[in-house]
């Protein structure tokens, strides 16, 4: 076990690090019985801790993408640079191929390759990628931070917020996007309350959203997913913030499946809906149709803790995200600032 900056140093985990020449990871499936970092020394490890959700959540599996290109770069015995592109072009392939839906995964992968290719020989080529994949991961916190801030002022004392899945630190190299929002409004003072879903089938929500706050000395309670339309019919929930996988420029999101129905009864019910996601979860390209939404394991259905819960042979669908529409959605907050509707119009403001 590899012990990287501690809690107690930043006031929150620190879920991706790059440590002495290797990339090191909180092994997010042993939450949150144990928390345990694994230290990984090629690119072909960090692509199966993609794949089998070691690490998870759209910003913490774009950096450690990045990490992984720059351990492909950085170890590389490569006598020339084209040996050296063709090394890395093979690596981002495999890393690009772990995860479909979140689009942070292409776009570190993208930004880190870009930098490389500005460069004019092996040891500049090495030393750019790391270089960059670095910047990101510091970026990443700056701007959860900046989110937190830009947010917070959407949250009233004595809120009781809903979240779904996992959109904090452990989904992110540190501080969170959703949860970041409802850190940087804790900090300020104001007392809320959070109410997590357990977002079956891999309890994103259960195991580490409840685990992170309850850490960091957040007020948290767990629902099971199935209460959520009755906690907001009841009048028990004051507004929803989740994170996101992959915004689109008209304002739709992709998110942790089941947050198109907690957004639907929260739209219902007139509860504000609202998304945290950084810039580098905005797709301007793509409409929804071009989005493959992951299908994952059906072990993870019929399984609870390795023990089978439905009949052998039973027909399975496990989609992993769920698209929102605008429509459901009443900010989206950036570290650029909060987008109203219509997000179309909002967003190229801030871009421009
Ligand atoms: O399948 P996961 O756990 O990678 O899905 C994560 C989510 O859907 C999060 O809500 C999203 O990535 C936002 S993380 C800041």
Redesign the pocket.
């Known amino acids: 076990m590899v012990y990287i900056g501690d809690s107690k140093e930043d006031g929150f985990l620190r879920t991706v690090a790059w440590k002495h020449g290797s990339v090191v990871l909180i092994d997010q499936t042993k939450l949150p019985n144990k928390l345990e970092y694994i230290k990984f020394d090629n690119y072909e490890q960090v692509a199966n801790a993609i794949k089998n ?1 070691v690490v ?4 913490a599996i774009g950096v450690s993408a990045a990490f992984g290109l720059a351990l492909a770069a950085t170890r590389s015995n490569s006598r020339t640079l084209e040996e050296l592109f063709a090394e890395m072009y093979k690596a981002y392939e495999i890393l690009r191929s772990t995860r479909p839906t ?1 689009v942070n995964l292409v776009w570190a992968l993208e930004r880190v390759m870009k930098r490389a290719r500005e460069q004019n020989n092996i040891v500049a080529v090495k030393k750019a990628t790391l270089e960059e994949a670095l910047k990101m991961s510091e970026e990443d916190i700056q701007n959860n931070r900046q989110m937190g801030i830009n947010g917070a002022c959407l949250i009233e004392e004595g809120d009781v917020i809903l979240t779904h ?3 904090g630190s452990l ?2 190299v540190g501080y ?2 959703a949860l970041g929002v409802i850190r940087a409004a804790n900090e300020a003072g104001k007392h809320i309350r959070v109410i997590a879903t357990e977002t079956r089938p ?1 309890m ?1 929500g259960s195991r580490l959203t409840t685990f992170e706050l309850q850490h960091d000395g957040i007020d948290v309670s767990l629902i099971p997913d199935t209460a959520a339309g009755y906690m907001m019919s009841s009048r028990k929930i004051k507004r929803v913030i ?4 992959r915004v689109l420029r008209t304002g739709h999101v992709f ?2 499946i089941g947050t198109y129905q907690v957004a639907a009864i929260a739209n219902l019910h007139k509860i504000p809906f609202h998304v945290a996601a950084p810039l580098s979860t905005f797709d301007l390209d793509s409409n929804p149709s071009d989005i493959v939404i992951e299908e994952r394991p059906v072990e993870e259905v019929v399984k609870i803790a390795g023990n089978r819960i439905a009949p052998q042979g039973i027909r399975v669908f496990n989609p ?2 769920d698209l929102t529409p605008p429509e459901f959605i009443s900010s989206i907050i950036t570290e650029r600032g909060v987008l109203q509707p219509p997000f179309e119009e909002s967003l190229k403001k801030i871009l421009s």
């Open positions: 959700m998870r959540g759209a910003p979140a899945c996992n959109a989904a992110t969170g996007t891999v994103q989740v994170g996101a996988d998110n942790k992993a995200f």
